[in-house]
């Protein structure tokens, strides 16, 4: 299987994987998923695990440079766009095809913390968090890596809950929350 062969099945198994679960996920319905036979998928990942690994790393890359995108597109300054990346949610939750978060996911399906699947779960959440505390230094906050974790739970706890409940309400409610957050972190002392 050539690399563009590799490619294009760790963007299908995502797919799948996004869709169904990883445990649920056998190798059996993934090959008919994917249209790739066991045979071919074994010949480049030794497990399923590798392969999860592999759609994980994918969607990290994916997720953190639509949202960046996103994020500079709907505003140019710093403060704003720390208020942006819950535009940036709204319109993911939108989606027809919003199945919640893969990392989430990941990590309920493969609890034990060192386990490399949970891991990379992990480094996707605190590179975000990075990238949030970037934009929080950038816009003046006294305290950037707190601020960066309190909009990163905000996120996060919405993500969790425009899977289970209105995805247009959790979204204006979670902007409203990180609104009053930053409200009281420039406009305080």
């Not at 695990?49 to 505003?75: G, K, P, S, Y």
């Not at 996120?155 to 809950?161: N, R, S």
């Given at each position: 299987m050539s690399a563009s062969k590799r490619d294009e099945l760790v963007q299908k198994a995502l797919k799948a994987f996004y869709r169904g679960g990883f445990h649920a996920l056998g190798m059996d319905k993934l090959a008919k998923e994917t249209g790739v036979s066991k045979t071919a998928i074994y010949k480049h990942f030794r497990t399923k695990?590798?392969?999860?690994?592999?759609?994980?790393?994918?969607?990290?890359?994916?997720?953190?440079?639509?949202?960046?995108?996103?994020?500079?597109?709907?505003?140019s300054e710093p403060k704003g766009q720390l208020i942006a990346i819950f535009d940036a949610l709204r319109e993911w939750f939108e989606e027809s095809d919003f199945r919640s978060c893969m990392f989430i996911k990941a990590s309920s399906?493969?609890?034990?913390?060192?386990?490399?699947?949970?891991?990379?779960?992990?480094?996707?959440?605190?590179?975000?968090?990075?990238?949030?505390?970037?934009?929080?230094?950038?816009?003046g906050s006294k305290d950037p890596d707190?601020?960066?974790?309190?909009?990163?739970?905000?996120?996060?706890?919405?993500?969790?809950?425009a899977h289970l409940f209105d995805p247009e309400d959790v979204a204006r409610d979670a902007r409203r929350t990180a609104e009053r957050i930053l409200q009281a972190e420039f406009n305080c002392g």
């Open positions: 695990e590798d392969l999860i690994l592999a759609t994980l790393r994918l969607r990290d890359e994916q997720f953190r440079n639509w949202l960046m995108r996103r994020v500079a597109a709907h505003a399906e493969y609890q034990d913390r060192t386990n490399p699947i949970h891991v990379t779960a992990a480094e996707h959440k605190r590179l975000l968090l990075l990238y949030f505390t970037e934009l929080a230094e950038k816009a707190s601020l960066a974790r309190e909009l990163l739970v905000i996120k996060e706890g919405a993500i969790v809950l």
